[in-house]
Structure formats: C-alpha cells, structure tokens
C-alpha cells in the first residue's frame, strides 16, 4: 500500500460525498419547483402549450415536406434557418417546462434557501475532506495514513493489502465525510 493510493482514495470517496449531497440536495429543490409550479397553476398551463407546440412542430414538417416535394417552389427542407428548425428547439416532452425551470430565478420562494443549504453542505464536506488530506500529507508513511483513515471510519479494504494497524480518534465532523453512506 502507498501513500499516494491512499490519498487517490481520499478523492474518490470525496467525490462520490459531494456527488450524493448534490443529488439529494438537487431532489428537493426540483420537488420544491415542481410544487411552485403546481400551485400556480402552471403545469397545466405549460403542457397546453407544450401539446399546441407539438401539434405545430408536425403540421410544420408537413408544409415543408409538401413544399421541397413542389417542383415550382423546391423549399430546401435542409436549411438550419427553416420554419422546423425555428419550431424544433420547443418540441419534444417537456422542452418547455424545462425553459420556464431554468429562465426562473425563484427569488421570492424558499428555493434560494434551498440552494443555500445545498452549497454549504457541499462546502462543510469539502472542509472535512480537506482536514483529513491535512492531517494525511502530514504523516510519514501509507501505514500512518492508513492507521488514520480507518481511526475515522473509513474502510481502506479496496486499497489495503492486508495490514492490521490501531485506530486513531481525530476531531472531526464525521457525519460530513460519509454522507452518501459510502466510506470506500
């Protein structure tokens, strides 16, 4: 086992930390939106109009299939400036919803706060990540590290190749380091 396998670690389950707080983070704040929307009335308004733009997005691929089939009008059907390319960016399930989502700031909501919460607990589980690279960068050798990882909850098994070392406690937030529930 070497040290720099043992810090490659210390990335990977950060990552896959991070990755799972912005998931569940990102779950409630869509859920958040979807209820905004709900309650406005919006939803229904949206698919009506999502319906209208699909029915559109048809009848406009007719017309210009009809007209570059005309041997007096030859409409080039290719041209990225045409009636179905102008109509295509709206077309297909939930394009619109998707653009009322993202246009929206949600300012006067509790979707800013939603946000909030997201990026510190993001933050708090890079400082914990960032407090156990310290402490790694600052001991001697893997089986140091190692001593110190599984001291703190961290199950090294993938990289360790059969060692036995003694736990260390160390001051940290620990709720923060496995918070996607995985520690390897």
């Not at 043992?6 to 990755?19: G, H, N, P, T």
């Amino acid at each position: 086992m070497k040290k720099r396998a043992l810090m490659d670690f210390i990335d990977v389950v950060e990552k896959k930390a991070v990755k799972s707080v912005t998931e569940r983070h990102d779950k409630i704040i869509i859920e958040a939106k979807e209820d905004l929307f709900e309650i406005g009335g919006f939803n229904k308004r949206i698919e009506d109009i999502q319906n209208l733009t699909n029915s559109l997005q048809i009848e406009a691929q007719k017309l210009v299939l009809d007209m570059s089939d005309n041997v007096c009008i030859g409409y080039p059907s290719y041209n990225s400036n045409d009636l179905l390319h102008s109509i295509n960016s709206f077309t297909g399930k939930d394009k619109i919803k998707g653009q009322m989502f993202y246009k929206s700031d949600f300012s006067g909501s509790s979707i800013p706060l939603l946000a909030k919460a997201k990026n510190l607990e993001i933050d708090e589980v890079r400082k914990n990540y960032n407090l156990v690279r310290y402490v790694c960068n600052n001991k001697s050798n893997a089986n140091e590290i190692a001593e110190y990882l599984e001291g703190i909850g961290f199950d090294i098994s993938s990289v360790r190749k059969g060692d036995d070392c003694v736990a260390l406690s160390v001051k940290l937030d620990k709720s923060k380091l496995f918070v996607c529930g995985d520690n390897k």
